[in-house]
Antibody, heavy 121, light 107 residues
Framework: EVQLVETGGGLVQPGRSLKLSCVASGFTFNNYWMSWTRQAPGKGLEWVAS????????YYPDSVKGRFTISRDNAQNTLYLQMNSLRSEDTATYYC??????????????WGQGVMVTVSS | DIQMTQSPTSLAASVGESVTITCLAS??????LVWYQQKPGKSPQLLIY???ILEDGIPSRFSGSGSDTQYSLKINSLQPEDFASYYC?????????FGGGTKLELK
C-alpha cells in the first residue's frame, strides 16, 4: 500500500524558515517524480514544487521560486521541502504527492494526509 | 502560465441526478487534463487523467471529456459520497495549475 506521511509543520513567524519531510512507503521511491502541493484554508490547490526521480532537476512556480527548495533522499525514501523567507500567504496545508509518470501528463496519483503550516507573528 | 477556469463554482443537486462540471484552459493543453475529488477534511483523490481515462477504482459513473481548451467532468446518478469539491489541473506544462474548484452540494 502506498503511503506518504508528512511531518514538520507548525506555527512560524514571517521571515523565518521551516522544513517539511515526507516519508514514502509501499512503492519504489526512486522510480517516481515527487511534488508538493498546498491548499490555503478554504481555498483551492496550488502546486508548489516538483523533483525528478533522481533529484537532478527541480521545478517551482514563481510564487515560491528562490524561497523554497525541494529535495529528496532516495536511500531514506524521504522527500523534503525547505521553506525560507516565509510569508503569511504561505499559510496552507502542504501535501506530498507522487507523479506516476504517465507520458506527457503531470498528475498526482497519491497524496499524503497533509501538514499544516501557519505563518503568523 | 496556463489559467484553468472551472464552472460553476458551486452546484446543488440531488442523489440520483447527473451533473456536469466544466474546465476551460487559457490555451490548448492537448488533452493533458486531470480531475480530482476532495472530500471535506480529506486529501484530494485522483479521478481522471488524460481528459478521459478513469483512474483504477473510480466508479464508472464518473466520466471525462473534452479537447483543446474545453473539458468536462460528468457524474451520472449521484451517490451520497459524491458530494465533494472537484478540481481540474493542467498537466501539460509548468506551472501545473489548478482550477478554482467546484463544490457539489446536496440539494
Amino acid at each position: 500500500e502506498v503511503q506518504l506521511v508528512e511531518t514538520g509543520g507548525g506555527l512560524v513567524q514571517p521571515g523565518r524558515s521551516l522544513k517539511l519531510s515526507c516519508v514514502a512507503s509501499g512503492f519504489t521511491f526512486n522510480n517516481y517524480w515527487m511534488s508538493w502541493t498546498r491548499q490555503a484554508p478554504g481555498k483551492g490547490l496550488e502546486w508548489v514544487a516538483s523533483i525528478t526521480n533522481s533529484g537532478g532537476s527541480t521545478y517551482y512556480p514563481d510564487s515560491v521560486k528562490g524561497r523554497f527548495t525541494i529535495s529528496r533522499d532516495n536511500a531514506q525514501n524521504t522527500l523534503y521541502l525547505q521553506m525560507n523567507s516565509l510569508r503569511s500567504e504561505d499559510t496552507a496545508t502542504y501535501y506530498c504527492t507522487r507523479d506516476p509518470g504517465y507520458p506527457g501528463i503531470a498528475l498526482f496519483d497519491y497524496w499524503g494526509q497533509g501538514v499544516m503550516v501557519t505563518v503568523s507573528s | 502560465d496556463i489559467q484553468m477556469t472551472q464552472s460553476p463554482t458551486s452546484l446543488a443537486a440531488s442523489v440520483g441526478e447527473s451533473v456536469t462540471i466544466t474546465c476551460l484552459a487559457s490555451e490548448d493543453i492537448y488533452g493533458s487534463l486531470v480531475w480530482y475529488q476532495q472530500k471535506p477534511g480529506k486529501s484530494p483523490q485522483l479521478l481522471i487523467y488524460g481528459a478521459t481515462i478513469l483512474e483504477d477504482g473510480i466508479p464508472s459513473r464518473f466520466s471525462g471529456s473534452g479537447s483543446d481548451t474545453q473539458y468536462s467532468l460528468k457524474i451520472n446518478s449521484l451517490q451520497p459520497e459524491d458530494f465533494a469539491s472537484y478540481y481540474c489541473q493542467n498537466g501539460l506544462s509548468t506551472p501545473w495549475t489548478f482550477g478554482g474548484g467546484t463544490k457539489l452540494e446536496l440539494k
